[in-house]
């Protein structure tokens, strides 16, 4: 029989691996991304972090990991919304997903900051976010996160809801695919 902390964090390791696995589209209404990351580093932490120069010098059309620092000045700028995915090195969905999000980076061009960030070196910021499964793609304008997606998608899907939620192009007639499916 296993020993108490074996059996939960043998539980707690099904958990995630379930939940890494499933996939889920959840909408968030106007959730403010800044509002959200500042309440975390207001109550969490006590280091500044500094303004960088590197507001929006992310080559577009390219996927670029970053840091909490990075993150808080991205947001500051609005010129282009966000594309941002929460992932970790050792989640299956999520390296299947990181080929397709290069491709969608690539497709989406210089609409779109295609943005990374691993949660475990940046686990304040999952928690801030409410990221509580592996892939999280969170679709971010004007600061706010407009729609989140959970789950490896192949990049057409992610241009499609980049498209609609970011871009505005229209929602498409065939809800069949499941993309746009609201969810509480």
């Known amino acids: 029989m296993l020993q108490r902390p074996a059996a939960v964090a043998l539980l707690l390791w099904a958990f995630a691996a379930l939940t890494a696995t499933v ?49 808080e000045v991205e947001l ?5 919304p966000i594309l941002l995915d929460i992932f970790a090195v050792w989640c299956g969905p999520c390296v299947m997903l990181a080929p397709e999000l290069e491709k969608a980076a690539e497709e989406l061009g210089g609409q779109v900051r295609v943005l990374k960030i691993d949660s475990d070196k940046e686990d304040a910021i999952t928690s801030a976010l409410r990221v509580y499964g592996l892939p999280t793609l969170l679709y971010i304008k004007d600061g706010q996160i407009v729609y989140r997606t959970e789950g490896a998608m192949p990049a057409e899907a992610i241009v499609e809801v980049a498209s609609v939620k970011l871009l505005g192009a229209p929602e498409p007639d065939d809800p069949s695919d499941g993309l746009f499916i609201e969810t509480n």
């Open 23 to 71: 996939s889920s589209f959840v909408v968030v209404g106007s959730t403010s991304a800044r509002a959200v990351w500042r309440h975390r580093n207001a109550c969490t932490s006590s280091r500044a972090i500094g303004s960088s120069s590197g507001a929006g010098a992310l080559r577009m059309g390219a996927v670029r990991e970053i840091t909490g620092a990075e993150f």
């Open 76 to 80: 500051a700028d609005t010129s282009s």
